[in-house]
């Protein structure tokens, strides 16, 4: 294999001879060298002894715990409703604990946090003592180590990076360094995504296992011996530090056929007593044997990991292990008779060491694996877009957990003795759970969702209580008591008691950010005239939008006595708020807000264009259908026949028995017949035309079942979609697909390709009906080609230089399925169980019963190829860390609360760099209950734009650590990506693989230089999209 290039990678401090056991002879079996650690020590030193010149067979005891699926994650820990699903986590951990206490050569390992933490809790110290013995011992080895094992496909980087920063800091601060997990453990979600891969990298892990693949794919790889391989995270930004060396598990996560031995299997167990009629044991051995084979045939080298477990098994430890014991005992008997296959009890991580010892040269892929197909007709791109609410609410929770951590530090809560530890983990841990793969995935029974739902709004509950504490200590001037702010998170359907029952309010904006951000508020109100008043006493002018029907028929409003609502433009400081000033008033003379004007589209004549616009945009609408019909950025000059609307799929009804009968589900996407719109004579008479001073709306209605505002705000060089879907009518018997359809009706010629992002950051090349690893069979051309649209999509004409961009607020699935067009699917409610166990059909019905109302907006970007990264990339940012906006009473005038509060504040002497986001903000110690002087928090900066995006902004950014006002950094530290290791200590096995391309890795480019020391920097330097964390302390009395 001379003709390809062979890169070796090499670890960046050295390599890893400290942790890599001596050779040692060991007499046990004459002439065999074993790896023998000289004393018995964690990580790879704790790793059982193999054999090189046999071939070992890693058993894995494991059990693949959901944090909610069918039950509700509290619901599995105590194995309450056992009806629905046989299955206590608890239990799981009470029996196997003993079982390694029993015998050193046991192993176990444990993966979900989310559940570990809540036993932990439960026990004493003589147990706890013990289980700390056990991971000393590297018997009990904590995998993947994350809150939940997330999902791949609908998660956003933001979430998942702390969703693991959750699990690793309670491993270590509970356990220690013994407890750092080395492997990422994927065994269950439902396709991989290269961002996770280059995540688990930064998180310092040595490699991945996943257990699901595209069936063409894992077909070929077995074929090919290409079931293990470097994973490349991110060849173009990070190069080495993004590469994972990732295994595709033989067979999924569970047992091989007939070895199953968890109480709740019925294969049969091993039976060796000669004396008795029952006797297998010969059979068994021999049948082991051939499996073992069988799988070995297919992997390079002479270790084979098998997983023996499965969902919630281990409930009886015993039984496994018992038949466990006898196996490996029987089988390695047989190396008397010239077997060459030796048993024994191991981890993933154990396995990983010894393949790596082999130093065998890899093959290479930068490629995901979406979507997954399990079968022909059959996949599994449904959940993209299933329970698109609880996707939405979820990246909403994200942003505001952001905010609260952020206010908590730059309030100095800790120092002043307000320690809001307890309420912020809630939070997370509410975030942590629902990022689980049948959390956030939409996959999860309706009772699971409402309870993730429930829990984010109870995280949501205690976050406004840390807010309401730095808004405390930040707002007042002098003694003056600050007002508590209330919060209104209804305010998409136009909903919030407080605005609609006080005559007059303060608007408190805080911005997450590190620049400053224009915005526009809206906020539900019942008076026809008001004053705005912004922070410094100057007058605002308002614009008046009345409450559509379209709104007013969601039921979810019942309650609301709001008629219109009053929209604004904000100024906001960078990390830091502005206080408005709202009042009603009946004096013309003296109000500030205008009212909109009205026009029914029925009153346009044919003959004359309809239209809105503003100084950035002409959308020219169609007043038969509802849809666009084109697109304008004025100051580009570039135009348009954009045809976007609201459209929908029939869902397939089916059996599952087979492919072709296969059912569109929660899980799976299976459309029947071509896309279909909404017919024209269904388009209602409503729809209507609204202009003002500050915002112009088309609202464009599409039958009863779904509507669109189309919006276009001043000096915004974006077109705001606001799309409603709901409820989708059902009594036809048909289950429905809902999209929205960008169609530039071919002129743009993007061919095949199209673009999507993985999990908010890197930006993949799609190719229609085509996957760039194997010879593709599409045997479904929607699902086939719908991918993970995290947070935006694109397609491109390099011809002319164009870009069509959309920007989604939640995750969802698309695809280009023609040149020229892209698709959405923004909501989906089916009849039929796809036959994943999940056991419903995925049938939301909303407040009322009658079918789930979902609102969500999309932001249309047209421009050249050029320009396009740097509007996409600011605005996806701030799409997911929008402001926070939270109101409070107003009992004197502006003037005087002016002289009483800080109307507005920054954290920030200058603005961060327009390159870099701070990723993270958050205190960084144990509870403690009493003030302190010091304390230290956890810092992430991150350059958000890919090499090459941009001739300015993709350059290195340099982050000013002086700048912040409310704290002075005296000594700083770089950790890993997970907060769990410092940099300088970070020490990855190296794989040696051959690249799949011929392009330059950033190594050398890469800033490498880890922060070790206690004497601060006062700049630090971000690559293209290199993420840095750092634990700072800090001098809050600056
Ligand atoms: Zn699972």
């Known amino acids: 294999m001379l003709h ?125 003592e013990n289980v700390r013995k056990l991971v000393n011992e590297g018997r009990l080895e904590f995998v993947l180590g994350g809150w939940c094992m997330n999902d791949e496909a609908s998660t956003h980087y933001n979430a998942m990076i702390d969703q693991h920063t959750l699990g690793f800091s309670f491993l270590e601060q509970e356990f220690g360094a013994c407890a750092r997990p080395r492997v990422g453990w994927q065994i269950d979600p439902f396709g991989h995504s290269r961002e996770q891969a280059s995540m688990f990298a930064q998180f310092g892990f040595d490699g991945l296992f996943f257990g699901r693949l595209d069936y063409q794919d894992k077909d070929n790889r077995l074929k090919q011996h290409n079931m293990e391989f470097v994973w490349r995270g991110s060849p173009k930004n990070l190069g080495e530090a993004s590469e994972l060396f990732t295994g595709v598990l033989y067979n999924h996560y569970v047992p091989p056929p007939g070895f199953c031995f968890d109480e709740s299997c019925n294969d049969e167990p091993i039976m060796d007593d000669e004396r008795m009629h029952d006797v297998n044991i010969q059979s068994r051995v021999q049948d082991f044997i051939k499996i073992v084979n069988d799988q070995a045939q297919h992997f390079h080298s002479n270790n084979i990991m098998m997983t023996m477990g499965s969902d919630f098994q281990y409930q009886n430890a015993h039984t496994w292990y018992k038949n466990l014991d006898k196996l490996i005992k029987y089988v390695n008997q047989q190396q008397s008779n010239g077997s060459n296959i030796n048993l024994l009890y191991s981890t993933p991580s154990c396995y990983l060491f010894n393949v790596n010892h082999l130093n065998q040269v890899w093959n290479s892929t930068k490629d995901d694996f979406f979507p997954y197909a399990s079968r022909e007709n059959t996949f599994w791109s449904g959940y993209f877009s299933s329970r698109a609410a609880l996707k939405g609410y979820a990246r909403k929770s994200n942003n505001f957990l952001q905010v609260c951590k952020q206010l908590d530090v730059l309030a100095n809560l800790m120092r002043q003795g307000v320690n809001v530890t307890e309420d912020l983990r809630l939070y997370k841990e ?326 999507t992002d993985a999990n908010g950051r890197e930006i993949l090349e799609r190719r229609r009906d085509h996957r760039n690893t194997w010879s593709f069979n599409n045997t479904e051309h929607v699902a086939g080609n719908y991918f993970p649209v995290n947070s935006r999509i694109y397609i491109q004409d390099k011809a002319k230089n164009q870009q069509l961009t959309v920007l989604t607020d939640r995750s969802e699935g698309g695809g280009s399925l023609e040149s020229g067009t892209m698709e959405l699917l923004v909501h989906r409610r089916l009849l039929y169980d796809d036959h994943f166990g999940v056991g419903e059909p995925l049938n939301e019905t909303g407040a009322d019963g009658q079918g789930l109302v979902v609102r969500g907006k999309q932001l249309a970007l047209l421009d050249t190829i050029k320009d396009s990264p740097a509007l996409h990339r600011s605005l996806a940012l701030r799409m997911y860390m929008a402001p926070s906006v939270s109101f409070s009473p107003l009992t004197m005038t502006p003037e005087q609360a002016m002289v009483k509060y800080n109307t507005q504040w920054s954290a920030l002497k200058k603005p961060l760099p327009a390159n870099v986001h701070m990723l993270t903000l958050e205190q960084w110690v144990s509870p403690s209950i009493t003030p302190v002087e010091v304390s230290q928090i956890l810092l992430r900066f991150e350059h958000i734009y890919e090499k090459d995006e941009d001739p300015v902004l993709s350059q290195p950014a340099t982050v000013n650590l002086t700048d912040f006002t409310t704290f002075k950094i005296e000594a700083m530290r770089e950790l890993t990506l997970g907060a769990n290791l410092p940099l300088s200590e970070l020490n990855r096995l190296p794989w040696r693989y051959i690249p799949d391309s011929e392009e330059s890795l950033s190594k050398e480019e890469l800033l490498r230089t880890a922060i070790p020391h206690s004497d601060p920097p006062t700049t630090i330097t971000l690559q293209p999209m290199q993420i840095r964390t750092f634990v700072a302390t800090l001098n809050t009395q600056h």
């Open 4 to 128: 390809f290039r062979i890169r070796l990678r090499r670890t960046t401090a050295g390599c890893c001879a400290k942790s890599r056991p001596k050779l040692k002879y060991v007499h046990a079996r004459p002439n065999v060298v074993e790896f023998a650690p000289p004393e018995p020590q964690c990580g790879y030193r704790s790793c059982p002894a193999t054999s090189p010149t046999m071939l070992n067979v890693h058993l894995v005891p494991h059990t693949h715990d959901d944090v909610g699926w069918l039950k509700t994650v509290d619901q599995y820990f105590y194995g309450s409703r056992n009806d629905i699903q046989h299955a206590g986590v608890q239990y799981i951990l009470d029996s196997v604990i003993p079982e390694l206490l029993n015998d050193p050569t046991k192993r176990f390992i444990y993966v979900e946090m989310a559940f570990f933490a809540r036993w932990w809790r439960e026990q004493d110290n003589i147990m706890k």
């Open 430 to 755: 509410a975030l942590g759970v629902v990022q689980h793969h049948d959390g956030v995935s939409g996959t999860e029974k309706q009772h699971v969702a409402n309870d993730y739902a429930q829990r984010l709004a109870a995280g949501a509950e205690k976050c406004q209580k840390v807010t309401n504490a730095a808004f405390e200590k930040l707002l007042p001037k002098g003694s003056e008591k600050a007002p508590s702010q209330v919060y209104c998170p209804l305010t998409n359907i136009s909903y919030c008691e407080f605005t609609e029952h006080n005559k007059q309010f303060m608007v408190t904006i805080y911005n997450p950010l590190g620049h400053a951000v224009t915005d526009y508020v809206r906020i539900p109100v019942v008076a026809s005239m008001y004053r705005v008043v912004d922070p410094r006493g100057a007058n605002v002018t308002a614009q008046l939008v009345p409450v559509s029907d379209e709104t007013k028929k969601i039921p979810e409003r019942n309650g609301s006595i709001a008629q219109s609502e009053l929209f604004f433009h904000v100024e906001l400081p960078p990390l830091g708020y502005s206080t408005y000033f709202v009042m009603e008033t009946k004096n013309s003379d003296e109000a500030t807000s205008k009212n909109s004007k009205i026009v029914p589209v029925t009153s346009g004549k044919a003959d004359i264009p309809l239209y809105i616009q503003n100084d950035e945009y002409l959308v020219l609408l169609d007043n038969i259908n509802g849809n666009t019909l084109g697109i304008n950025n004025k100051k580009k000059k570039i135009d348009l026949p954009v045809n976007q609307g609201i459209w929908w799929y029939e869902a397939y009804g089916g059996n599952c028995s087979k492919g072709e009968f296969q059912a569109s589900g929660a899980y799976a996407l299976r459309t029947k017949g071509e896309r279909q719109r909404v017919p024209d004579k269904e388009m209602q008479l409503n729809s209507y035309i609204l202009t003002g001073e500050l915002v112009q709306e088309a609202h464009m209605i599409f039958g009863d079942e779904a509507s669109q505002v189309i919006r276009l705000y001043n000096n915004k060089p974006y077109v705001e979609f606001e799309w409603t879907v709901g409820p989708i009518n059902i009594k036809d018997k048909i289950g429905k697909e809902y999209i929205t359809l960008y169609d530039t009706q071919q002129t743009v010629e993007s061919g095949d390709l199209f673009y």
